[in-house]
């Protein structure tokens, strides 16, 4: 395990550094190739030492953060690194500035396209600013709009942007009705979903009542009291055609990879084997003393 840490932690500092060196030397039209293969060609580097951990440890050694808000930049290399890519484009809402999301690296340093819906105004702006040098033929590779979405809205406002039928990625973290904009979702297929569960909630499966108008820290000052649990989100994956295969280290993105997609050495998880408790909160509060401040609001049983 040592080992495997060393090289890890080896590979991550290769990767960031050759990023710094393609964007400083390489030509723009030599990228994409480049971009394309640089994760699974990293990770090949250290399979062989791999092999004896079992699906959970093999996704934990595999998270780094460039972009992303946790470790979730590695694990997406890695799924897509075993799925392969169709046409690398993507959905995601709830980006804020678009700086610290799921999409940024792949839309950054891996050539990707897609949307980014965010409800803030200001930060909408920033990340039109952020993305506005990342253009294709047909002008910037990532629009950002402003939306607030709902369960009557969602399907609408990612067709008004262009991207409908059959994407890569779908990535949800909205700290709120997460389960039920999945749910109301049908204008794209992604072939993985990313979505934060709520691990405050334990292993319940209930999610909070829908509330089109919902704010987080106006239902509840801890923050504790948003989203749906992560045995609500799997049940929701069955019924929608998807296979739960893994949660992050510190308990808050949840993957979903579309059931007809080949998974290569990725396997299916039921959701009582990829539990994590949320990091952050651990460190503040049990999962019972969590669960017993929130226990007293509303939730839906599903």
Not at 206 to 225: E, N, Q
């Amino acid at each position: 395990m040592v080992k495997l840490a060393v090289v890890r932690w080896y590979l991550n500092a290769l990767y960031l550094r050759a990023l710094r060196l393609r964007d400083r030397w390489l030509r723009p039209r030599a990228l994409n190739a480049i971009d394309a293969n640089l994760a699974s060609s990293l990770f090949t580097e250290y399979e062989s030492i791999a092999e004896e951990l079992s699906h959970v440890e093999r996704l934990q050694n595999r998270e780094f953060k460039v972009f992303s808000q946790n470790g979730e930049d590695g694990l997406l290399a890695y799924i897509f690194s075993e799925i392969g890519t169709t046409n690398r484009r993507f959905v995601e809402f709830g980006v804020e500035d678009g700086r610290e999301c799921n999409c940024a690296n792949l839309a950054i340093h891996f050539g990707w396209s897609g949307l980014m819906l965010e409800a803030n105004p200001a930060d909408v702006h920033r990340a039109r600013v952020f993305y506005g040098r990342l253009r294709g033929e047909d002008g910037p590779r990532v629009a950002v709009e402003e939306c607030l979405v709902t369960i009557e809205n969602i399907n609408e406002a990612i067709a008004a942007g262009r991207v409908t039928g059959e994407i890569d990625l779908l990535s949800i973290d909205i700290d709120g009705n997460d389960y039920w904009i999945w749910e109301a979702i049908d204008v794209v297929s992604a072939r993985v979903v990313v979505i934060e569960y709520n691990a405050s909630f334990g292993r319940r499966s209930i999610s909070i009542a829908y509330d089109p108008g919902f704010v987080r820290f106006k239902a509840h000052r801890s923050g504790w009291y948003h989203g749906a649990s992560l045995a609500a989100l799997t049940k929701l994956s069955d019924r929608k055609g998807y296979d739960l295969i893994g949660t992050d280290s510190f308990g808050v993105n949840a993957f979903f990879v579309r059931r007809d997609v080949p998974k290569g050495r990725l396997e299916a998880l039921e959701a009582d084997e990829a539990y994590r408790p949320q990091r952050k909160r651990m460190k503040v509060a049990t999962l019972e003393q969590q669960f017993a401040a929130i226990e007293h609001l509303a939730y839906v049983d599903v």
